[in-house]
T-cell receptor, first 115, second 112 residues
Framework: DTAVSQTPKYLVTQMGNDKSIKCEQN?????MYWYKQDSKKFLKIMFS???????INETVPNRFSPKSPDKAHLNLHINSLELGDSAVYFC??????????????FGNGTRLTVT | AQTVTQSQPEMSVQEAETVTLSCTYD???????LFWYKQPPSRQMILVIR??????QNATENRFSVNFQKAAKSFSLKISDSQLGDTAMYFC?????????FGAGTRLTVKP
């Protein structure tokens, strides 16, 4: 069973559209994250949720809205997509953030292409 | 926010040789955690090794070991007996509480 699963794996859409990426973890972790990896492979944290509460919110356009219906799910909704949103988006989870025994477990990423 | 610097965008090594990837970070914190992740072409993010800042002993995991110099804020990764399957992007990461920050990555190519 996949520990952190994201859907879809690939997403191609046009500018101006609204799209969502779903993430689920079956590890029983309390904290979930979204990271963006750009074309140069740079990984940047976007959001972090702990038990459905937002704890990290980096400088991300408000077109990006995370939603956590329960602690096993953290979905990412993006409004009015722009060309610059093209990237790979990674979901991750951690049991006890900031602990040696709790590194981040990553999903396989969603490659978003905006045309 | 903490910053993590990987000064080697690309490196290559011959199969069976040893290679060291550099990482430095900037923080005023005393307790934190450091990690190396590997990202092969499949784009999976795979944990390679981890280190607690309050432990002086360097972490090792089979062919992978680190040289952790807390005062210098340095955390290099040594890969011994390099294998073709080690070809990947390698990311150094700093973590404090729920905040994990990554370096820009080093692309390692292992040559046969």
């Amino acid at each position: 069973d996949t520990a952190v699963s994201q859907t879809p794996k690939y997403l191609v859409t046009q500018m101006g559209n609204d799209k969502s990426i779903k993430c689920e973890q079956n590890l029983g972790h309390d904290t979930m994250y979204w990271y963006k990896q750009d074309s140069k492979k740079f990984l940047k944290i976007m959001f972090s949720y702990n038990n459905k509460e937002l704890i990290i919110n980096e400088t991300v356009p408000n077109r990006f809205s995370p939603k956590s219906p329960d602690k096993a799910h953290l979905n990412l909704h993006i409004n009015s997509l722009e060309l610059g949103d093209s990237a790979v988006y990674f979901c991750a989870s951690s049991q006890d953030p900031g602990s040696y025994n709790s590194p981040l477990h990553f999903g396989n990423g969603t490659r978003l292409t905006v045309t | 926010a903490q910053t993590v610097t990987q000064s080697q965008p690309e490196m290559s090594v011959q199969e069976a040789e040893t290679v060291t990837l550099s990482c430095t970070y900037d923080t005023s914190e005393n307790n934190y955690y450091l990690f190396w992740y590997k990202q092969p072409p499949s784009r999976q993010m795979i944990l390679v090794i981890r280190q607690e800042a309050y432990k002086q002993q360097n972490a090792t995991e089979n062919r992978f070991s680190v040289n952790f110099q807390k005062a210098a804020k340095s955390f290099s990764l040594k890969i011994s007996d390099s294998q073709l399957g080690d070809t990947a992007m390698y990311f150094c990461a700093f973590m404090k509480q729920a905040d994990m920050r990554f370096g820009a990555g080093t692309r390692l190519t292992v040559k046969p």
